[in-house]
């Protein structure tokens, strides 16, 4: 814990602080235990954070949401000091591994190692302590297995609980939250949401009383700033301390600074000037660059860094949201030859590097990028990102927090990575690819990148850069570092895992009662109660309006009734006639030969035209190449005619008619007017149509003649009624959507869980309420392909592969291919070829019955990762392994090569404890094999 000694205000008169004393020591004696927690601290507790921990000695659970560095963690370290002190236990969930492991040092520090463990899932130490550091799915393992180290369970800390919104991972969060003992008080630790009130009354309905503790106020102030060139600018004017960038929303007024007004408009002259403006709605093309003008471009980084180092403002994370991106910058940076450090500095580097790095094997430091990483850490710049090997992400997060390494180049994960604050950050972009699309930064993205600005007990204050780009406005900047809106939306979904544990320990109706508590349902069913106070005022408005429109002539529903269906049947017979006049004219084109005389009925080519060509195609649509007796050449379709084309007549035509030729256009000109041929008249044609129509003519006399005979039609203030009749029918309409949507999203939830039993029952997994031998297999199973892998292992898909085989079918259960490298993998030849085919007719069989039941398909199957991980089995190189993925359509760092190796070791655990013994045998090889070299250094 890293805070600034803090000590509370001494001013004021005697009688003041005699006032105050007396309140502490009232204090002191309402929570005595946290006058004990207090004294081991070194500082003294903030507002918010001495809410929380009183929350607690009350008995409550807590929600607490602030900013980034602002201490939140001092109320999950008073959950451990109320356990400790009662004799009970604490559970302290983190998200990540390296969160985790960073607890674990924290704690043990505290409290000693004989009173905190760890587990990871892959690591256990001291599991039994009554502390315990882990991640949030080890906690939900737990759970669901009844661990016997749930007993004296008292307090459990959610560290970082927003990622619950996690696509991927959130819902473990809440299954943790919904099935905690009722006696066990829960700590939720979260960024500033804007929706914590809603997320804590639903923390209030499951899980009992519960205090919520906002704190928006950043322990360090930020400013923010734009950079135009190399020039460096305040976004707002005034530093007022009354309402400054740190302040809540609404507390006062900001203005952009003129000064930097001005510098953008000179620099938007220039670049519009040279021709190199960048993407401004409305006025420029795509990045606003006219034809062969030279593009603009961002300031060198070098010289980014360079003018922040004269600043002051080191250290710095610059955000770049690509991979290769980090890595181009800390090459141009070592290329132009920039030094942030000392001599001495260099050393310390150096000295870290070799401890952290010791059991790196030198046969792999080439293709890991070791010496340029290395000249990089010595300088005083680094890359971080998620394809960097851990080790390396380890060295650089020490390097910074140490302040070693000044200047580092960073993706958006760092935000919601582990504790790692700078002095300032830059923002390159305000735009970055979300996985589908290129979209603008929202300002919960722009608060949670800018929130690592500004180190507690170190900086007076932070500082947020944007470099300016042309097109790019000052106000929108302004509006994103003004705003605190991160909304928390659940991401919660039931799997196949979560229902057979479900129903195993409640039984289905409790199960999808569970479901049904839920954070998404929560949400759901709150904007239910939204559209259902509307569908309610509809009802309403809708009874005033068929009120209002009353005639006393008549009824003026019958009447709009009538004026509706003589509408709709007008539009019908509109679109019948367009239809019948549209198979008239294919069926007529279609039917032309060669010398046919036709009429062209409107447009510049109207006239008689001789045919030289039908042009019929394949399909029977046809374009007749004509020549007109305006001695106009080309091909005709049928949207030049409306109806029929018959053939008035035929003119005689040569072996070969070129139409191109003056010539040929003007003899045929003048044939087709010495042929005798006439265009008939517009009655004429007309009256072709006309006996289709009369059947649809006559109905229409009947409904206007009813429609004259109605009692409202002779109503003086008939179009008064009218008017309140539609809104009164356009009101009955939207309300009957509305009442759908509303009928759709009441247990949608407990729906999808009805789905998903119905299917887990046909497959054999659950038998009613209880689990089949192969359902209890299936609770043990924790991946997003969870069925997909029951079904390999229940059906022999898997028996008899060799570890290699089998690491390669399980990683395409895993892995997914870059969005910058999709889809270009092969599955291999052979034993892994087929057995990846084998695991790919499994997961399609199970998709289809998914789809026909009404359910999400499992995730699809992605094979790029086979041939690496099978070769990485049998013993490969780190080279050889990822030349072999290259070679196979995938091109993966070294970092990711790792992440992935580990998470397919991690489901190859789980399916070594649940597969019959031959495949469970195969399973703990290839777990063995996989674990070497990189691959076992460091946390994941």
């Not at 601290?41 to 903030?46: E, I, M, Q, S, T």
């Not at 960073?410 to 996985?435: Q, S």
């Not at 009824?555 to 017979?573: K, N, P, S």
Request: one cysteine or more; hydrophobic letters at 40%.
């Amino acid at each position: 814990m890293t805070q600034d000694s803090r000590t509370p205000h001494e001013d004021g008169s005697p009688a003041d602080r005699y006032a105050r004393a007396q309140v502490a020591q009232a204090a002191r004696r309402q929570y005595p235990k946290l006058a004990e927690f207090v004294l081991t601290r070194p500082f003294a507790l903030d507002p918010f954070q001495v809410q929380g921990c009183q929350a607690l000695e009350d008995g409550r659970g807590v929600l607490v949401c602030a900013p980034t560095g602002a201490g939140k963690t001092v109320v999950g370290e008073f959950a451990v000091h109320l356990a400790l002190a009662s004799g009970g236990k604490c559970f302290y969930t983190t998200p990540i591994k390296a969160l985790s492991n960073q607890k674990f040092v924290d704690l043990i520090a505290q409290y000693g190692p004989d009173r905190v463990g760890l587990l990871t899932g892959d690591t256990s130490v001291n599991s039994h302590a009554p502390v315990v550091v882990m991640t949030t799915e080890v906690l939900r393992n737990m759970l669901y297995a009844g661990s016997p180290d749930l007993a004296e369970l008292t307090h459990v800390v959610l560290d970082e609980v927003h990622y619950l919104a996690d696509k991927f991972r959130g819902p473990v969060w809440e299954e943790v939250i919904l099935h905690l003992a009722a006696d066990v008080a829960v700590v939720g630790l979260s960024a500033t949401v804007s929706n914590a009130e809603e997320f804590g009354a639903w923390l209030a309905e499951v899980r009992g009383e519960l205090a919520v503790v906002v704190d928006e106020v950043r322990p360090v102030p930020l400013w923010p700033h734009m950079m135009v060139g190399r020039r460096l600018f305040d976004l707002f004017s005034v530093r007022d301390q009354e309402a400054g960038p740190s302040d809540p929303p609404g507390s006062g007024q900001l203005r952009i600074d003129p000064a930097l007004t001005r510098a953008i408009h000179d620099a938007e002259a220039l670049a519009d000037r040279f021709g190199g403006g960048g993407s401004r709605v409305g006025r420029r093309g795509e990045r606003g660059r006219p034809p062969g003008g030279p593009r603009w471009r961002p300031p060198n980084r070098v010289d980014v860094i360079e003018r922040l180092d004269m600043a002051g403002l080191l250290p710095a994370i610059t955000f770049i949201f690509s991979r290769a991106g980090c890595d181009a910058a800390v090459a141009q940076c070592v290329r132009s030859g920039l030094r942030l450090t000392t001599e001495h500095e260099r050393d310390e580097i150096r000295q870290i590097v070799d401890r952290r790095t010791v059991e790196l094997l030198d046969a792999d430091l080439g293709v890991l990028g070791y010496w340029e990483w290395r000249e990089g850490l010595e300088r005083g710049v680094a890359a971080h990102h998620a394809g960097l090997l851990p080790v390396f992400k380890e060295t650089v997060e020490e390097l910074f927090v140490a302040g070693l390494v000044k200047a580092v180049f960073a993706t958006e994960t760092l935000a919601l990575g582990i504790n790692m604050p700078a002095r300032t950050v830059v923002l390159e972009k305000l735009g970055k690819f979300n996985g589908e699309s290129h979209a603008d930064l929202t300002a919960g993205e722009y608060t949670q990148l800018t929130g690592r600005a500004g180190r507690r007990g170190i900086d007076v204050e932070g500082h947020a850069v944007v470099l300016w780009s042309p097109g790019m406005d000052p106000r929108v900047v302004g509006g994103l570092a003004s705003r605190r809106t991160y909304p928390l939306r659940s991401s919660f979904r039931p799997s196949y895992n979560m229902a057979v544990n479900l129903v195993d320990r409640l039984g289905r109706q409790a199960a999808r009662a569970l479901i049904e508590q839920s954070f998404a349902q929560y949400q759901a069913n709150g904007a239910v109660v939204g559209m259902a106070r509307q569908v309610s005022r509809n009802t309403e408005a809708i009874a005033a309006h068929q009120r209002t429109m009353q005639c006393h002539l008549g009824d003026t529903a019958e009447y709009l009734g009538l004026l509706t269906e003589l509408a709709d049947a007008e539009r019908e017979i509109a679109r019948a006639g367009a239809a019948r006049r549209r198979d008239a004219t294919a069926q007529d084109l279609a039917e032309l030969r060669r010398g046919d005389v036709i009429e062209v009925p409107t447009g510049r080519r109207s006239g008689l035209a001789v045919v030289l060509d039908p042009g019929v195609d394949p399909d029977g649509s046809a374009r007749p190449l004509v020549v007109t007796a305006g001695r106009w050449a080309g091909r005709l379709s049928a949207a030049d005619f409306r109806g029929r084309v018959p053939a008035l007549g035929r003119v005689k035509l040569g072996k070969f008619t070129d139409h191109r030729s003056p010539k040929v256009r003007r003899d045929l000109s003048s044939a087709i007017a010495s042929s005798g041929i006439r265009a008939p008249g517009r009655d004429r044609r007309a009256a072709r149509g006309h006996d289709a129509a009369s059947a649809d003519e006559m109905d229409l006399t009947v409904l206007r003649k009813a429609i004259r005979a109605h009692p409202v039609h002779g109503c003086s203030d008939r179009e008064e009624h009218l008017q309140w009749a539609r809104r009164w029918r356009r009101l009955i309409a939207e309300n009957e959507a509305l009442a759908a949507k509303v009928a759709a999203a009441t247990g949608s939830l407990g729906q999808a869980l009805d789905r998903i039993v119905r299917l887990l029952t046909d497959e054999g997994y659950l038998d009613g309420d209880a689990l089949t031998d192969d359902g209890r297999m299936l609770a043990r199973i924790w991946c997003e392909s969870d069925l997909v892998v029951a079904e390999c292992l229940r059906r022999g898909t898997w028996t008899g592969a060799s570890p290699p085989a089998l690491a390669a079918a399980v990683s395409c259960l895993i892995f997914e291919s870059r969005r910058d490298n999709p889809g270009m993998s092969r599955i291999a030849v052979g034993e892994i070829g087929d057995l990846v085919s084998a695991t790919v007719d499994v997961w399609a069989r199970i998709a289809g019955a998914e789809r026909e039941i009404g359910l999400p398909a499992t995730r699809d199957v992605d094979p790029g990762f086979a041939a690496a991980v099978a070769a990485w089995c049998r013993g490969a190189s780190l080279a050889e392994t990822l030349t072999v993925a290259v070679s196979g359509g995938t091109d993966i760092s070294a970092g990711d090569f790792v992440r992935w190796c580990r998470q397919v070791v991690d489901l190859l655990d789980q399916i070594a404890g649940v597969a019959p013994a031959p495949v469970a045998a195969i399973a703990r090889s290839a777990v063995g094999s996989l674990r070497r070299g990189v691959v076992s250094l460091g946390a994941a």
